[in-house]
């Protein structure tokens, strides 16, 4: 016997991945609910061979399900994940909402999941920004090894960490500029078709977006506390794949060649890494794919034990729906969740 799910949030670019990612995995659920806004009700989502109703959030019963996977924006899970957990299924989270809450655990199967043993407080576990998911994976056999005092990031983030209206707008806007419509922003600032915004989220007191804000606070929630870390996060024309360019500063010496072996055997990285044969990543190469991409490790002179290194991932999956599953399988691994316990 297997689990009963429900994805809130069906509809979105990440509720459609998770329907992908659990069929794709073997997720162990007997019975999978779609569920969303009410203008959603009956809308057709796609789960492996199935075709599944959307359901309404406002009087869906979530009494009947022992999980629910949550991407449905921060506003709405503030809401509804606390009466959610209230009625006895466990809420992964992937919205921004309770990341930074000390009583729920931010989760990275790869990184820190003993962690989800912790969930029992609220009954809620956090999912971590996109950007911040594939950093961590790469971080964390290096500070193993060597300890991380200083990461410096610059990251290159798709449109569809947007949402599907980010992508919308890039392929309208680049369509437009070949028959010279003048491009309109509106999920973004300014344009985005042919141009690069170092804009994220709402500005902070600091002369910083919160985006950069987020990466700090969850490397350290997730890794270290003790790890400093400065963000410059960039929105780019790349429909799918973040991008990031990482420059770390170690407490002990780490020789290239030995991060690069830490990198070839660390659970949720990939290294490809020989630049004579153009063997590097690029967004393009990474969509559809779960690993946290590890390309160009090379010495950083400027600092004592410094590396560099290029990483890239598909954000909507290891960012976002592909960490929510995890977290799930995490949850059965531990035995908080026995499929064989649930009746049919």
Request: net charge negative; proline share 5%; glycine share 6%.
């Given at each position: ?6 994805v809130v949030?069906a509809t ?5 991945e998770?329907f ?5 995995r073997?997720?162990?659920a007997d019975k999978?609910h ?5 203008r ?5 989502c ?8 959307c359901e309404d ?7 009947q399900?022992?999980?629910v996977l949550?991407?449905a924006g921060?506003?709405?899970s503030?809401?509804?994940a606390?009466?959610i957990?209230?009625?006895g299924a466990i809420?992964?989270d992937n919205?921004?909402?309770w ?15 003993e962690a989800?043993l912790?969930?029992?407080t ?5 999912n971590?920004?996109?950007s911040?998911?594939q ?5 964390k056999?290096l500070h ?5 005092k ?5 990251t ?6 947007a ?5 919308d707008e ?8 070949f028959v010279?419509?003048?491009?309109t ?7 985005i078709?042919f141009?690069v915004i ?5 500005p902070?007191?600091?002369g910083?977006?919160?985006e ?8 350290k929630k997730?890794v ?8 410059t ?6 429909f799918?794949?973040h991008?990031?360019?990482?420059n770390?500063e170690?407490e002990d010496p ?8 830490l990198f070839?055997n660390?659970?949720g ?5 020989n630049i ?6 690029t967004?393009?190469?990474c ?10 490790v ?16 598909d954000?909507l999956?290891k ?6 599953v995890?977290?799930?399988e ?9 499929p064989e316990?649930?009746?049919?």
């Amino acid at each position: 016997m297997a689990l009963r799910v429900a994805v809130v949030g069906a509809t979105g670019n990440v509720g459609r991945e998770l329907f992908n990612i659990m069929d794709e995995r073997n997720f162990p659920a007997d019975k999978v609910h779609a569920v969303a806004s009410r203008r959603s009700v009956g809308r057709k989502c796609s789960y492996g061979d199935k075709t599944l109703l959307c359901e309404d959030l406002e009087s869906f019963d979530f009494s009947q399900v022992d999980m629910v996977l949550m991407s449905a924006g921060g506003s709405v899970s503030k809401e509804w994940a606390p009466k959610i957990a209230a009625a006895g299924a466990i809420v992964i989270d992937n919205s921004s909402a309770w990341r930074m809450d000390p009583e729920v655990p931010l989760v990275v199967p790869e990184v820190n999941g003993e962690a989800v043993l912790d969930y029992g407080t609220k009954n809620i576990i956090a999912n971590p920004n996109c950007s911040t998911a594939q950093l961590v994976v790469a971080l964390k056999p290096l500070h193993q090894a060597a300890g991380i005092k200083r990461v410096v990031v610059s990251t290159y983030q798709s449109a569809s960490g947007a949402g599907k209206a980010g992508m919308d707008e890039l392929w309208t806007q680049t369509k437009g500029m070949f028959v010279n419509d003048s491009p309109t922003p509106d999920v973004f600032s300014k344009q985005i078709a042919f141009n690069v915004i170092p804009q994220i989220d709402v500005p902070m007191e600091d002369g910083s977006f919160k985006e950069e804000w987020k990466m700090r606070m969850e490397t350290k929630k997730i890794v270290d506390e003790s790890i400093e870390l400065v963000a410059t996060c960039v929105r780019v024309p790349v429909f799918v794949g973040h991008s990031e360019a990482v420059n770390v500063e170690l407490e002990d010496p780490l020789s290239v060649e030995d991060a690069r072996e830490l990198f070839r055997n660390a659970d949720g990285v990939q290294l490809i890494d020989n630049i004579e044969d153009d063997q590097f990543i690029t967004p393009v190469d990474c969509v559809g794919e779960w690993a946290s991409y590890v390309s160009r490790v090379r010495k950083d002179p400027t600092v004592e034990n410094g590396l560099i290194f290029w990483n890239v991932s598909d954000n909507l999956r290891k960012g976002a729906a592909l960490n929510a599953v995890q977290i799930g399988e995490e949850l059965i691994k531990r035995g908080v969740l026995a499929p064989e316990a649930v009746p049919a």
